[in-house]
């Protein structure tokens, strides 16, 4: 397997970065992740304004043209033979004397990896998934995303030990934020779609962007808004998006079956419109 570090394609096996990389001292860093889907990068428009928006937040500059980092992101899927699987990008703020101060003459570090990946088990498609719910013990910048993840690591760990495959983080005013590497979506009984508006308490995801565009082409209701953990025990259908899934039912919620239990239609119709819109078919 090969990796890319600042400027180099180098062995997976040696790759690696300063032990005073602020990534690893501070988490002072921004990723994005990218599907490879048949070959298409997927939304990969929407995933590198969304990493410019977040270097901007970080007031970490470019570490190379973005039509370089594409260039990069190709080159690392090649020669990783990756038709089907994931582009991990991370940035930060490089290598610096430990000091919480931003370096004078900072050298952000930019990696590039890659992997094959099944995006969803067929058995994930056909049963749903469930999801527990857990406090967001997150901070109040979440619409960034920054490489300091542990909430969302405990939180994952709390779901694989409850049997779950993920964890829904909910406010202290008993709404969901969102998963812990995913956006959260239910159907009302009305059939409306519903998946909390993009402010600094989710991350703004860009398979949600893409859903929610798609939902509207397709003339299916949605609201932007928060629903409480009461509203998604009592909805039709439950699901949840990112990169690595698109959109997969969520059949339980913390033991309770979701609906009837089974996934539903506009999850299913929400899956397909996602990946015509990507220009492929189902990797499942
Ligand atoms: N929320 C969080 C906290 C995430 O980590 C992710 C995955 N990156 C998402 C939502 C989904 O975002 P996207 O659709 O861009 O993968």
Not at 7 to 36: K, L, P, T
Not at 140 to 149: Q, T
Not at 178 to 191: F, K, Q
């Amino acid at each position: 397997r090969t990796a890319y570090v600042n400027g180099r394609y180098v062995a997976h096996g040696d790759a690696h970065v300063h032990i005073e990389d602020r990534g690893f001292q501070f988490a002072d860093g921004v990723y994005e992740v990218v599907s490879v889907v048949d070959g298409v990068f997927a939304d990969e428009d929407g995933h590198l304004a969304r990493l410019s928006r977040s270097l901007n937040e970080l007031e970490l500059p470019w570490p190379m043209h973005p039509m370089s980092l594409r260039f990069v992101m190709r080159e690392v899927a090649r020669r990783n033979r990756v038709r089907n699987g994931l582009v991990y990008v991370q940035i930060t703020r490089g290598q610096a004397p430990r000091d919480f101060r931003f370096p004078v003459d900072p050298a952000p570090t930019l990696v590039v990896t890659c992997r094959s990946t099944k995006f969803s088990a067929p058995q994930q498609l056909e049963k749903g998934v469930s999801v527990i719910t857990i406090p967001d013990i997150r901070w109040a910048r979440r619409d960034i995303k920054s490489v300091a993840l542990l909430p969302q690591v405990l939180g994952k760990q709390r779901a694989a030990e409850a049997g779950a495959f993920e964890a829904w983080q909910v406010d202290p005013d008993g709404t969901v934020t969102e998963g812990c590497s995913s956006n959260a979506w239910i159907v009302t009984n009305e059939g409306v779609l519903v998946t909390r508006a993009a402010s600094t308490r989710i991350l703004n995801g860009i398979t949600r962007l893409s859903l929610l565009a798609e939902a509207e082409a397709a003339g299916i209701p949605f609201e932007e808004r928060a629903f409480t953990v009461e509203e998604a025990y009592a909805a039709r259908e439950a699901l949840i998006s990112s990169a690595s899934t698109f959109c997969v039912p969520v059949t339980r919620i913390d033991g309770k079956p979701v609906g009837d239990g089974v996934p539903g239609p506009l999850g299913r119709r929400l899956r397909q419109a996602y990946l015509a819109h990507v220009g492929v078919d189902d990797p499942v």
